[in-house]
Structures are given as structure tokens and as C-alpha cells.
Nanobody, 115 residues
Framework: QVQLVESGGGLVQPGGSLTLSCTVS????????MGWYRQIPGKQRELVAG???????SYAEYVQGRFIISRDAAKNTFYLQMTSLNVEDTGDYYC?????????WGQGTQVKVSS
């Protein structure tokens, strides 16, 4: 059974930085896509950044240049480095692991950007 655990959220001032982690346990195989999603109250989760098993990355336009998604295969952990945070980045962040025929969500971690 694949499980994902996010961590690293918290309260940060505008302009600050945070790094979120998503640690994966279980066998995800060699072909996967990992995405970081953000959800704010009353809205659907939206993809912020993604990384494939090949290493290719993608970003939502509004985080381009500010966020970096990466992975540490040895630690089975994926990261979302967030810089130049603004209040619009506030929300619950989830990681989603997609493998052939399966999807696995983490429990989420909260990010609040406020002065």
C-alpha cells in the first residue's frame, strides 16, 4: 500500500520561503507522476507543480520562477521549495502520486502567508 505524508507547512510572512516535503512509502514502481496541489476553501484543488519519473517538471504560471519541485530518490521524498510567497499562496497543499491505474493523496499540509 502506497502512503504519502506531507510536512513543512506553516505560517510565513509575505516574501518568505517554505519547503514542503512529501514522503512516500510503498512501491510506486518506475513510472509515476507526482503533483503538488493547492486548495483554498470553496475551490477545487489545483495543480501547482508536477514532476514525472523521467524528471520533467511543470508549473502553474503563477508559481513559475518562485517554486521548485524536486525529488530525493534515496529518501523517497519529493519537495516543493516555495519562495517569494504572497498571500495568494495560502492554502492546503497536497501531494498526489499517480501510477498506472492508481492515485494516492497525502493528508495535506497548511500554508498561511500573512503579516
Amino acid at each position: 500500500q502506497v502512503q504519502l505524508v506531507e510536512s513543512g507547512g506553516g505560517l510565513v510572512q509575505p516574501g518568505g520561503s517554505l519547503t514542503l516535503s512529501c514522503t512516500v512509502s510503498g512501491d510506486i514502481g518506475s513510472a509515476y507522476h507526482m503533483g503538488w496541489y493547492r486548495q483554498i476553501p470553496g475551490k477545487q484543488r489545483e495543480l501547482v507543480a508536477g514532476i514525472s519519473s523521467s524528471g520533467s517538471t511543470s508549473y502553474a504560471e503563477y508559481v513559475q520562477g518562485r517554486f521548485i519541485i524536486s525529488r530525493d530518490a534515496a529518501k523517497n521524498t519529493f519537495y516543493l521549495q516555495m519562495t517569494s510567497l504572497n498571500v495568494e499562496d495560502t492554502g492546503d497543499y497536497y501531494c498526489l502520486m499517480t501510477t498506472p491505474g492508481h492515485q494516492y493523496w497525502g493528508q495535506g499540509t497548511q500554508v498561511k502567508v500573512s503579516s
